[in-house]
Protein backbone atom coordinates (compact mmCIF):
# COMPACT_ATOMS: atom_id res chain seq x y z
CA UNK A 1 0.00 0.00 0.00
CA UNK A 2 1.67 3.59 -1.00
CA UNK A 3 2.20 5.72 1.73
CA UNK A 4 -0.09 9.12 2.09
CA UNK A 5 3.76 11.28 1.29
CA UNK A 6 4.53 8.77 -1.86
CA UNK A 7 0.71 9.36 -3.27
CA UNK A 8 1.18 13.18 -3.28
CA UNK A 9 4.34 12.87 -4.15
CA UNK A 10 3.05 11.35 -7.59
CA UNK A 11 -0.33 13.63 -7.40
CA UNK A 12 2.39 16.52 -7.34
CA UNK A 13 4.74 15.26 -10.38
CA UNK A 14 5.25 17.18 -13.21
CA UNK A 15 4.17 20.34 -10.43
CA UNK A 16 5.32 24.37 -11.36
CA UNK A 17 5.95 25.47 -7.41
CA UNK A 18 6.20 28.74 -6.01
CA UNK A 19 7.59 29.60 -2.42
CA UNK A 20 6.86 32.83 0.29
CA UNK A 21 4.55 35.31 0.58
CA UNK A 22 4.94 37.64 -2.42
CA UNK A 23 5.64 35.01 -5.06
CA UNK A 24 2.54 33.01 -4.06
CA UNK A 25 0.22 35.86 -3.89
CA UNK A 26 1.31 36.50 -7.23
CA UNK A 27 0.89 33.33 -8.31
CA UNK A 28 -2.45 32.74 -6.74
CA UNK A 29 -3.64 36.54 -8.26
CA UNK A 30 -2.45 35.35 -11.81
CA UNK A 31 -4.19 31.94 -11.18
CA UNK A 32 -7.89 33.26 -10.70
CA UNK A 33 -7.62 35.75 -13.56
CA UNK A 34 -6.61 32.79 -15.79
CA UNK A 35 -9.28 30.97 -14.73
CA UNK A 36 -11.89 33.88 -14.88
CA UNK A 37 -12.74 34.24 -11.24
CA UNK A 38 -12.56 37.64 -9.22
CA UNK A 39 -9.07 38.03 -6.79
CA UNK A 40 -11.49 38.31 -3.56
CA UNK A 41 -12.98 35.26 -3.70
CA UNK A 42 -9.68 33.69 -2.21
CA UNK A 43 -8.29 36.12 -0.02
CA UNK A 44 -5.39 33.14 1.69
CA UNK A 45 -2.62 35.46 4.70
CA UNK A 46 0.64 34.38 4.52
CA UNK A 47 0.78 32.11 2.20
CA UNK A 48 4.02 29.73 1.89
CA UNK A 49 3.23 27.09 -1.08
CA UNK A 50 1.48 27.15 -4.31
CA UNK A 51 1.63 24.86 -6.51
CA UNK A 52 -0.02 23.94 -10.01
CA UNK A 53 -0.15 20.36 -12.36
CA UNK A 54 -0.68 21.94 -15.51
CA UNK A 55 -1.37 18.44 -16.57
CA UNK A 56 -4.56 17.38 -14.37
CA UNK A 57 -5.65 20.50 -13.19
CA UNK A 58 -4.13 20.05 -9.25
CA UNK A 59 -3.23 23.33 -7.18
CA UNK A 60 -2.78 23.74 -4.06
CA UNK A 61 -1.78 26.38 -1.90
CA UNK A 62 -0.66 26.49 1.48
CA UNK A 63 -0.89 29.17 4.03
CA UNK A 64 0.66 29.47 7.54
CA UNK A 65 -2.38 28.99 9.62
CA UNK A 66 -6.12 28.27 9.33
CA UNK A 67 -7.63 31.43 8.53
CA UNK A 68 -11.23 33.18 8.58
CA UNK A 69 -13.14 35.76 6.63
CA UNK A 70 -16.16 37.29 6.29
CA UNK A 71 -17.58 38.49 3.68
CA UNK A 72 -19.74 41.72 3.89
CA UNK A 73 -21.68 41.53 0.09
CA UNK A 74 -22.56 38.31 0.97
CA UNK A 75 -22.62 38.16 4.84
CA UNK A 76 -20.70 34.37 5.13
CA UNK A 77 -18.13 33.75 6.88
CA UNK A 78 -15.56 31.36 5.27
CA UNK A 79 -12.92 29.16 6.85
CA UNK A 80 -9.62 28.19 4.89
CA UNK A 81 -7.37 25.18 6.26
CA UNK A 82 -3.72 25.45 5.91
CA UNK A 83 -3.96 23.78 2.37
CA UNK A 84 -6.59 24.16 -0.08
CA UNK A 85 -6.76 22.54 -3.19
CA UNK A 86 -8.79 22.00 -6.19
CA UNK A 87 -9.14 20.62 -9.59
CA UNK A 88 -9.13 23.45 -11.92
CA UNK A 89 -10.00 24.19 -15.39
CA UNK A 90 -11.55 27.68 -16.82
CA UNK A 91 -14.41 29.09 -14.56
CA UNK A 92 -14.07 26.12 -12.44
CA UNK A 93 -12.87 24.92 -9.42
CA UNK A 94 -13.88 21.38 -8.62
CA UNK A 95 -13.54 18.93 -6.00
CA UNK A 96 -11.74 21.38 -3.61
CA UNK A 97 -10.38 20.85 -0.07
CA UNK A 98 -9.72 23.41 2.85
CA UNK A 99 -12.46 25.53 2.33
CA UNK A 100 -15.59 25.90 4.95
CA UNK A 101 -18.46 27.85 4.69
CA UNK A 102 -20.15 28.81 7.87
CA UNK A 103 -24.10 28.42 7.54
CA UNK A 104 -26.76 29.20 10.42
CA UNK A 105 -24.64 26.96 12.85
CA UNK A 106 -22.85 24.81 10.56
CA UNK A 107 -19.22 24.88 8.81
CA UNK A 108 -20.09 23.36 5.59
CA UNK A 109 -17.79 22.43 3.02
CA UNK A 110 -16.90 24.07 -0.32
CA UNK A 111 -16.37 21.69 -2.59
CA UNK A 112 -16.98 23.52 -5.67
CA UNK A 113 -17.15 26.94 -7.33
CA UNK A 114 -17.88 28.36 -10.76
CA UNK A 115 -18.87 30.80 -13.41
CA UNK A 116 -21.50 29.17 -15.12
CA UNK A 117 -22.19 31.80 -17.56
CA UNK A 118 -19.86 34.81 -17.42
CA UNK A 119 -22.22 36.95 -18.91
CA UNK A 120 -24.59 36.29 -16.11
CA UNK A 121 -22.07 38.00 -13.52
CA UNK A 122 -22.87 35.45 -11.01
CA UNK A 123 -20.70 33.03 -9.34
CA UNK A 124 -21.88 29.54 -7.74
CA UNK A 125 -20.66 27.78 -4.62
CA UNK A 126 -21.59 24.36 -4.42
CA UNK A 127 -21.49 22.01 -1.59
CA UNK A 128 -20.74 17.94 -0.77
CA UNK A 129 -24.27 17.35 -1.25
CA UNK A 130 -24.98 19.12 -4.58
CA UNK A 131 -26.54 22.14 -3.07
CA UNK A 132 -25.09 25.35 -3.92
CA UNK A 133 -25.90 29.05 -3.87
CA UNK A 134 -24.87 31.95 -6.16
CA UNK A 135 -23.72 35.46 -6.14
CA UNK A 136 -22.70 38.68 -7.98
CA UNK A 137 -19.18 37.85 -8.82
CA UNK A 138 -18.85 41.88 -8.06
CA UNK A 139 -19.40 40.82 -4.43
CA UNK A 140 -15.64 38.81 -4.84
CA UNK A 141 -14.13 41.62 -6.59
CA UNK A 142 -11.47 43.86 -5.23
CA UNK A 143 -11.95 47.42 -5.68
CA UNK A 144 -9.92 47.90 -8.63
CA UNK A 145 -11.55 45.00 -10.29
CA UNK A 146 -15.35 46.58 -9.48
CA UNK A 147 -14.06 50.26 -10.71
CA UNK A 148 -12.59 48.22 -13.78
CA UNK A 149 -15.57 46.38 -14.32
CA UNK A 150 -18.21 49.89 -13.92
CA UNK A 151 -16.16 51.44 -16.18
CA UNK A 152 -16.83 48.92 -19.05
CA UNK A 153 -20.70 48.70 -17.77
CA UNK A 154 -20.78 52.64 -18.56
CA UNK A 155 -19.15 51.93 -22.00
CA UNK A 156 -21.62 49.45 -23.18
Known amino acids: MASKDSRKDEQHAGAEIVYGAEECYRHSIELLEELGFPKGVLPLQDLEECGRVRETGLVWMKQKAPYEHFFVGTNTRVSYTTEVTAYVEKFKMKKMTGVKSKQVFLWVPITEMSVEDPASNKIYFKTQMGIG ?10 DEEKQKYLEEKIKE
Open 133 to 142: KSFQITTFMT
